[in-house]
């Protein structure tokens, strides 16, 4: 699955370059965001929610605050329509990390990552009402703490992709993702990690022409992917073996 879809990357030559990441369904447009997220730099207008969070060299040092009863959590206020963002990650101890995107009132969409899995999915965007997250990619992935990651999430008209380390990549679509996005953000859950380098660009209306071809290709290796484990399963075989040695 990597090997494919690092081919598929190396074919498609993207669009501003020397700005924008390589991109699979987007054609990236403007640089309307950028925040190194480092101490000392000039950053964007985040607003924290919860947990704490300290710029530091190496980039935006998140905790969860047990006091908080709640992951850490800080937005941009913008508004976005067709748009293309990346970051890159460090998991310093925590449960979980995510980029998650809201519309003026709720949850449309995130790419959420913990150290032994990735997830791609559409929100629960009304909470008690009918709708439900749709989860479009659900994989097992070990991310090792203390080593970087980089993350890429496109959204154009009714779809998302994410990319992870540029060889890993789901997609979805949904109707929800037509309307008009807003505060783009980070959430981290337990302690800690780092964040570093967030960057936002606008993207054309029209896919690349290239994504057809690249999103078959994608959803073969979806179908491939390795489901992440039961929650219990690992304590549980280790629980059987144990008995089946009494």
């Known amino acids: ?11 498609v030559s993207p669009l501003c370059a020397a700005e924008a990441p390589a991109t699979l369904l987007a054609q990236p447009d403007k640089e309307i965001l950028h925040d190194a997220l480092t101490k000392d730099t000039k950053g964007a207008e985040w ?18 605050l047990p006091a908080d009863s709640h992951g850490a959590a800080s937005r941009v206020p913008m508004k976005l329509q067709d748009f293309v963002a990346s970051f890159e990650f460090r998991f310093d101890g925590a449960k979980s990390i995510s980029l998650s995107i809201n519309d003026a009132k709720e949850h449309v969409a995130r790419v959420m990552i913990t150290p032994a899995a990735l997830r791609i999915q559409k929100d629960d965007h009304d909470h008690d009402g009918p709708d439900k997250a749709v989860v479009f990619l659900n994989q097992a992935q070990a991310f090792e703490a203390g080593s970087w990651h980089s993350v890429v999430l496109e959204m154009v008209g009714d779809t998302m992709v994410a990319t992870i380390d540029g060889k890993i990549s789901g997609f979805g679509s949904n109707e929800l993702f037509k309307a008009e996005k807003a505060n ?4 981290c859950g337990g302690q800690s990690a780092t964040f570093r380098n967030f960057s936002i660009w606008s993207a054309k209306a029209e896919p690349k022409a290239t994504w057809k071809e690249a999103s078959v290709k994608i959803a073969e290796a979806m179908k ?8 219990g399963a690992a304590k549980g075989k280790a629980k059987g073996k144990a008995a089946a040695t009494k």
């Open 1 to 11: 699955m990597s090997l494919r879809l690092l081919a598929l990357l190396a074919l």
């Open 47 to 64: 607003k924290i929610a919860k947990g704490k969070w300290e710029r530091t060299p190496e980039g935006i040092h998140v905790e969860e």
């Open 184 to 187: 783009p953000g980070f959430t």
């Open 224 to 231: 491939a992917a390795p489901a992440p484990a039961a929650p």
